[in-house]
T-cell receptor, first 109, second 119 residues
């Protein structure tokens, strides 16, 4: 059974701060890792993908992957109230994408 | 920017009825997927479809479910005899390549979803 675990939250940060979201996964052969953002009542929106160990930066977002520790994280710098949403970690293996339960982030003005 | 579209946005049906949910994937994508999300729960994989056949399916995707690409643009999910527990948001997604690719071409883009309510 493939599992993806996220820190349950909710997580609150003040505007302008760094938000840190974490995810662990159980399937060692996983190759593809994704972060999605989901606003209430909406569909998942892809933020970033990462495939190799290390950091990947895209604007205010940085994804980090450590395959040895089976750990993925997402940092959001200069958090804005519009970043308030549920962040979903998704791990791809064996032709399936497995989602975590999400971390609800609130950015306080 | 190309998007995945889904119709209808909301479907209400009686238990035991058949429903068909429709999706138009992004035009140059070859891999298509259905997911569901029961209110307050995780997004769950149902099925993936490539080259006119199912490439992977989950335990949820039993004989009551079927998928079809009836023409060059649409991708459908049929639930033959709906149950109360089928009430959920159903998301269609598409990607250029499959998850095995291990490259950004396997990024999956989601449609806005169909909210299915079974009474």
């Amino acid at each position: 059974q493939k599992e993806v675990e996220q820190n349950s939250g909710p997580l609150s940060v003040p505007e302008g701060a760094i938000a840190s979201l974490n995810c662990t996964y159980s399937d060692r052969v996983s190759q593809s890792f994704f972060w999605y953002r989901q606003y209430s009542g909406k569909s998942p929106e892809l933020i970033m993908s990462i495939y190799s160990n290390g950091d990947k930066e895209d604007g205010r977002f940085t994804a980090q992957l450590n395959k040895a520790s089976q750990y993925v994280s997402l940092l959001i710098r200069d958090s804005q109230p519009s970043d308030s949403a549920t962040y979903l970690c998704a791990v791809g293996s064996a032709r399936q994408l497995t989602f975590g339960s999400g971390t609800q982030l609130t950015v306080l003005p | 920017e190309p998007e995945v579209t889904q119709t209808p946005s909301h479907q209400v049906t009686q238990m035991g009825q058949e429903v068909i949910l429709r999706c138009v994937p992004i035009s140059n994508h070859l891999y298509f997927y259905w997911y569901r999300q029961i209110l307050g729960q995780k997004v769950e994989f149902l099925v993936s479809f490539y080259n006119n056949e199912i490439s992977e399916k989950s335990e949820i995707f039993d004989d009551q479910f079927s998928v079809e690409r009836p023409d060059g643009s649409n991708f459908t999910l049929k639930i033959r005899s709906t149950k109360l527990e089928d009430s959920a948001m159903y998301f269609c997604a598409s990607s250029r390549e499959g998850l095995e690719a291990g490259t950004p071409y396997n990024e999956q883009f989601f449609g806005p979803g169909t909210r299915l309510t079974v009474l």
